[in-house]
C-alpha cells in the first residue's frame, strides 16, 4: 500500500533564513519518522544561490528538491507571493495524482511535536472533502476607539504559513494571483467550501511560546511579526523542569495575558503593533466561540 505523501515547501531568501531551517532541521530530526512521506522543496529566491547545507540537512530526514523560483519579482510582498506561485505551480505539475498537502512553511514556523507532520495528515485526510487550504483562521480584526465607529483593520483570513493542496492552482482563477497570497486565495477557497481552519498551527509571541510548546493541541507554531531569530529559538529549546511543573499555571497566565492586551489597545493606537494585539485578542474571542465550528459565511462587501 502506498504511504500519504506531503511536501513541505521552504522558501528562503538570505542567508539568515537558511540558518533557521538549518535549527528546524535538527529538530524535525529528533522526532521519529513519521507514518507519511514527505518531500522537502528547498525554494530558493531568484536572486539567492541554492544552499547545499540545506540540502544535505533535509536529505537525511526526507526527499529534499532544490527548486530555484523563476519569477523575477522582488519587493515585499510581491516577492513572496511570486514565490509562492512558482512553488504552487511546480507542485500542481509534478504531483498530478497527490492528494496531500503543500505546506508553506516560513522560517518564523517550528514544529513542536514529534508527530506534527502525522497531526497534520490525520487532520487534512479527516473531512468528507479534502480541502483546497487547511491552516491558522484569522477572522476579521477591528480597532475600537473611543467615541468613532470601529475601523477594519484586517479581514478574515487563513493565515498564509498552511497546509495547500497539491492542485491549488487549479482551483485559484487568475486574479487570485494579483494581491497578497494569503488575503487573495481565502475567498475562492471558502466559495467552494474547502478552507479549513485548524488549531494545530497555530500564532505564538516570544512572550508566550515556553507556554505554548506544552499545549499538545498546537504541533506548529508561528511567531507572527515576532523577532524571528529569538522566537526560533525559544521554539527549539527543551521545556525544563521548573516550565513542567508550572504548566498548571498556564490557563492563568493566559488570562492575565489577554487583560493585559485589552489595556493596551486603548494606548497604542497606530502601526504594526496595533494590528498585532487587536488580532490576538479577536483569534482569541473567535477560538473560543467557534470551536469546532464551521467558518462563517463570506461577508460581501460593497465595491
Known amino acids: ?76 510582498p510581491e516577492g513572496p507571493t511570486a514565490m509562492f506561485w512558482d512553488c504552487m505551480d511546480y507542485v500542481a505539475d509534478n504531483y498530478q495524482s497527490g492528494d496531500g498537502f503543500s505546506l508553506w512553511l516560513e522560517s518564523d514556523m517550528a514544529p513542536t511535536q514529534p508527530d506534527w507532520i502525522d497531526r497534520l495528515s490525520g487532520q487534512w485526510y479527516g473531512h468528507q472533502q479534502t480541502p483546497i487550504m487547511m491552516g491558522c483562521y484569522v477572522p476579521e480584526v477591528y480597532k475600537t476607539r473611543l467615541f468613532k465607529k470601529r475601523k477594519l483593520l484586517l479581514e478574515p483570513h487563513i493565515n498564509g504559513g498552511a497546509c495547500y493542496s497539491m492542485d491549488f492552482v487549479h482551483h485559484m482563477p487568475a486574479e487570485a494571483r ?90 497604542v493606537r497606530k502601526g504594526r503593533e496595533a494590528m498585532l494585539e487587536n488580532m490576538f485578542l479577536a483569534k482569541a474571542k473567535f477560538d473560543a466561540q467557534q470551536s469546532g465550528q464551521p467558518l462563517p459565511a463570506p461577508v460581501k462587501r460593497a465595491a
Open 178 to 267: 494579483h494581491d497578497v497570497f494569503d488575503m487573495a486565495v481565502f475567498q475562492y477557497a471558502q466559495s467552494k467550501g474547502r478552507a479549513v481552519p485548524t488549531n494545530l498551527i497555530s500564532f505564538s509571541t516570544n512572550g508566550r511560546v515556553r507556554r505554548d510548546l506544552q499545549d499538545q493541541q498546537r504541533v506548529l507554531l508561528h511567531g507572527f511579526m515576532q523577532e524571528k531569530d529569538a522566537f526560533i529559538e525559544q521554539c527549539l529549546k527543551p521545556l525544563t523542569a521548573r516550565e513542567i511543573a508550572g504548566a498548571a499555571f498556564n490557563a492563568t497566565r493566559d488570562q492575565i495575558e489577554t487583560l493585559k492586551r485589552r489595556l493596551r489597545v486603548w494606548f
Open 1 to 76: 500500500m502506498q504511504r500519504k505523501r506531503h511536501i513541505v515547501i521552504l522558501p528562503y531568501y538570505c542567508q539568515q533564513e537558511v540558518d533557521r531551517y538549518l535549527k528546524i532541521a535538527e529538530k524535525i530530526a529528533s522526532f521519529k519518522k513519521p507514518n507519511v512521506e514527505v518531500d522537502y522543496l528547498l525554494a530558493a529566491s531568484p536572486r539567492a544561490e541554492h544552499s547545499q547545507s540545506l540540502w544535505k540537512a533535509y536529505d537525511k530526514i526526507g526527499n529534499a528538491i532544490s527548486f530555484q523560483c523563476p519569477t523575477q519579482i522582488f519587493g515585499y
